[in-house]
C-alpha cells in the first residue's frame, strides 16, 4: 500500500544539526513533488519546504529559510530534510506530504507520513 | 496569527451539521488558489478530507462537503457522529508569501 515512514528524530541541543528521512514505498516515487510539514506541540500545521519530483526546485518557508535544506534519493525512494542550527522553536513534529498532482502549487498533500519527533532542548 | 482563518472549536450534538470557516485574502483563497481540507484525529497524522474546494477523495463520506467563494472557504459536515471529533484544518497556496498555508485549525467536539 502507499506509505511515507519518517524517522531520524530526536533530542538535540540548540545550535546542533539533526536530519530526517521519508521513505517512500508503493508508488512511483521519482515522479511525485514532496513536502514537509511541522506541527509544534499543541499547535497547528506549519509547512516547511517542498521539492519538485526530480529535485531540481526546492522551496523553503521564512522561518527555515537558510538552515533546513530538503532533498531526495529517487534511486532509494528516500525523502531528506538536513536541519542545522536548530532552535528551541523547531520543536514539533515533522511530517513529510506528497503532493497529490503534478501542479505543486495548487495540489492537495494526499498522502502523510506518521510524523518523527524533533525536540531542541539543552 | 495563521494566514488563514478558522475558528479555534465549534461543537454540535450527534444528527446535526456543523460548518467550519476558513477565511484567507486576495494574496491566496481569493487569488483563486484552491483550498484543502484536513482532519487530524487525536494522536494521528493529518488525513485529505477535501481537495480542490469541494472534492473528496475515495473512502471519505460524502457527509463532508467544501465549497468557496470569494477569499473564504467552508467545510460542512452533516450526519456529525461521534467518530468525527477531530482538528480540522483548511490549507491553501499564498502568492505573497510564495508558500504553502494552513488554518490554525479547529477542534471539533461532538456533544
Known amino acids: 500500500q502507499v506509505q511515507l515512514v519518517e524517522s531520524g528524530g530526536g533530542v538535540v541541543q540548540p545550535g546542533r544539526s539533526l536530519r530526517l528521512s521519508c521513505a517512500a514505498s508503493?508508488?512511483?516515487?521519482?515522479?511525485?513533488?514532496m513536502h514537509w510539514v511541522r506541527q509544534a506541540p499543541g499547535k497547528g500545521l506549519e509547512w516547511v519546504a517542498v521539492?519538485?519530483?526530480?529535485?531540481?526546485?526546492?522551496y523553503y518557508a521564512d522561518s527555515v529559510k537558510g538552515r533546513f535544506t530538503i532533498s531526495r534519493d529517487n534511486s532509494k525512494n528516500t525523502l531528506y530534510l538536513q536541519m542545522n542550527s536548530l532552535r528551541a522553536e523547531d520543536t514539533a513534529v515533522y511530517y513529510c506530504?506528497?503532493?497529490?498532482?503534478?501542479?505543486?502549487?495548487?495540489?492537495?498533500?494526499?498522502?502523510w507520513g506518521q510524523g518523527t519527533m524533533v525536540t531542541v532542548s539543552s | 496569527q495563521s494566514v488563514l482563518t478558522q475558528p479555534p472549536s465549534v461543537s454540535g450534538a450527534p444528527g446535526q451539521r456543523v460548518t467550519i470557516s476558513c477565511t484567507g485574502s486576495s494574496s491566496n483563497i481569493g487569488a483563486g488558489y484552491d483550498v484543502h481540507w484536513y482532519q487530524q484525529l487525536p494522536g494521528t497524522a493529518p488525513k485529505l478530507l477535501i481537495y480542490?474546494?469541494?472534492n473528496r477523495p475515495s473512502g471519505v463520506p460524502d457527509r463532508f462537503s467544501g465549497s468557496k467563494s470569494g477569499t473564504s472557504a467552508s467545510l460542512a459536515i452533516t450526519g456529525l457522529q461521534a467518530e468525527d471529533e477531530a482538528d480540522y484544518y483548511c490549507q491553501s497556496y499564498d502568492s505573497s508569501l510564495s508558500g504553502w498555508v494552513f488554518g490554525g485549525g479547529t477542534k471539533l467536539t461532538v456533544l
Open positions: 521539492i519538485s519530483y526530480d529535485g531540481s526546485n526546492k
Open positions: 506530504a506528497r503532493v497529490a498532482g503534478i501542479v505543486v502549487v495548487t495540489d492537495a498533500f494526499d498522502i
Open positions: 480542490g474546494n469541494n
Open positions: 508503493g508508488f512511483t516515487f521519482s515522479t511525485y513533488s
